[in-house]
T-cell receptor, first 112, second 116 residues
Framework: KQEVTQIPAALSVPEGENLVLNCSFT??????LQWFRQDPGKGLTSLLL?????REQTSGRLNASLDKSSGRSTLYIAASQPGDSATYLC???????????FGKGTKLTVNP | GAVVSQHPSRVICKSGTSVKIECRSL??????MFWYRQFPKQSLMLMAT?????????EQGVEKDKFLINHASLTLSTLTVTSAHPEDSSFYIC????????????FGPGTRLTVT
């Protein structure tokens, strides 16, 4: 059974800092791994999807990496801004299926 | 990606009543939709997989008679919470599976259910 863990649970940084959010998963037989952003009381905004065959994906100031062998993914945010403040969720497909298993998220606060 | 809507965005109901939540795929024919719920400060948990024209598949621990799912068309799936109780208060989110083989899911904005 897939389990997804995100560390840290919360992170507070000054504006402009580069930061890394970590995600680990127990079952490496994934189809893909997705990173989402969730604002308080809102739904999910998809940020990046990394297919099983890929090592990384980039979108603007965001870069996500995937290392299936070690069961890890990282989300790198460059030059953080107060508008980046949100909870970031990592989700991996459950081995051999398309069902997504979510981590508990990292709550990011970027201080002006 | 697919655009997904949910209705209502918020609902308050009394204990013992039933509530229906709609999930619509606005620009994509969705053969498969997923229903999740999220309790405060917890992550999303998959409740069930909804397949168009067939019975939904429920995750372990989710009561199918309490959470009725109907996926009657390629653009609409509904979740009905029957005989709701305060412990059913949660954030319910649906998603649409994208192109077959890519396994990407597109999420709706969620429905906040409060049972008093």
């Amino acid at each position: 059974k897939q389990e997804v863990t995100q560390i840290p649970a919360a992170l507070s940084v000054p504006e402009g800092e580069n930061l890394v959010l970590n995600c680990s998963f127990t079952d490496s037989a994934i189809y893909n791994l997705q990173w989402f952003r969730q604002d308080p009381g809102k739904g999910l905004t998809s940020l990046l999807l990394i297919q099983s065959s890929q090592r990384e994906q980039t979108s603007g100031r965001l870069n996500a990496s995937l290392d299936k062998s070690s069961g890890r993914s990282t989300l790198y945010i460059a030059a953080s801004q107060p508008g980046d403040s949100a909870t970031y969720l990592c989700a991996a497909t459950q081995g051999g299926s398309e069902k997504l298993v979510f981590g508990k998220g990292t709550k990011l606060t970027v201080n002006p | 990606g697919a655009v997904v809507s949910q209705h209502p965005s918020r609902v308050i109901c009394k204990s013992g009543t039933s509530v229906k939540i709609e999930c619509r795929s606005l620009d994509f024919q969705a053969t498969t939709m997923f229903w999740y719920r999220q309790f405060p400060k917890q992550s999303l948990m998959l409740m069930a997989t909804s397949n168009e024209g067939s019975k939904a598949t429920y995750e372990q621990g989710v009561e199918k008679d309490k959470f009725l799912i109907n996926h009657a068309s390629l653009t609409l799936s509904t979740l009905t919470v029957t005989s709701a109780h305060p412990e059913d208060s949660s954030f319910y989110i649906c998603s649409v599976r994208g192109v077959a083989g890519e396994y990407e899911q597109y999420f709706g904005p969620g429905t906040r259910l409060t049972v008093t």
